[in-house]
């Protein structure tokens, strides 16, 4: 367990705070519940840094490219569906 | 051009939305279930790659899904988005392969990785020195590594959430969770990949 973890362990308002910070991250908190934690990780070291630590996560999360699909793959795809419907429509070849 | 005529422009025509395309399929259309297999192709296989970690495998559960929704679209019934119950159906099949791993794939860190086993689609801002090319590279494959070691529960929800960019109310859509449930997973599997790159980030 790591020393911040220990410390959340111990801080039952941390913890408390830590669990909302998702959803603040994410946009979904109340006024209520963004000006406590804002009010909070300026008094507490470990979270403010948990807290900027969690955003630059969610950043890069979501700078990940979406990859393209290999043209193999694309062309093996569309084989198998094409089997597929002939299946369908004509019955598996003897 | 003459003084007061205007060009005329052919109004483009509208994608065919997605439940029109459905119900032609469910009519036997196949043109209509070729086109949900383009719209979705490159979505799917994003899923299943991620979920899975390589592209081998993320290839055959992209046949997978699409071969399950070809034999089953005529029991989609409209109470869903077609695409949640599609990324249900890539989600199950990726969950099914992890299971049936006798042992994790365990990649190097330092293995070129990508969709065809090289880092191609990775494209660098050009702005960027070259130490923090190198460093921002470094975090994302790190990053990549880091959600291949999450467990199951955790992994599924970051991809779709994070990764892939799906609200909370379609992810618990997917997965048939609840939202508080889906929030909960997504704060752990968060704090694990945290925990995981702290040195990174």
New interface residues.
Partial sequence: MSEHEELLMECAECAELVAMMSDCLDSEETVEMRQELMTHIQTCEHCARLYWKMKRLIVECRCEERVQVPDATHRQLWHVLVREIRIRHEGPST | MAKGKQLQVAPKALPVPDDELVRRAQADN?EAF?EL?RRY???V??IT?RMLGN?QD??EA??DT??RA??FIKRFQFKSKFYTWLYRIATNVSLTKLRKRKSPVVMSIDEPV???GDIA???PDEQLSPEKMYRQRE??RL??KAVDELPEDYRTV?VLR??E?LT?DEVSKVLNLSIPAV?SR??RG??A???K??KY?
Avoid: C, I, W
């Fill in positions: 196949e070729e297999v192709e490159r979505k296989y994003n790659y592209p993320a290839s992209l046949q699409f071969l070809y034999r990508g969709p065809s689609f990775e494209v975090t994302r990053l990549r970051v994070d990764l960019g909370n929030k997504l704060h968060r704090l990949l945290r925990s790159l702290e980030l």
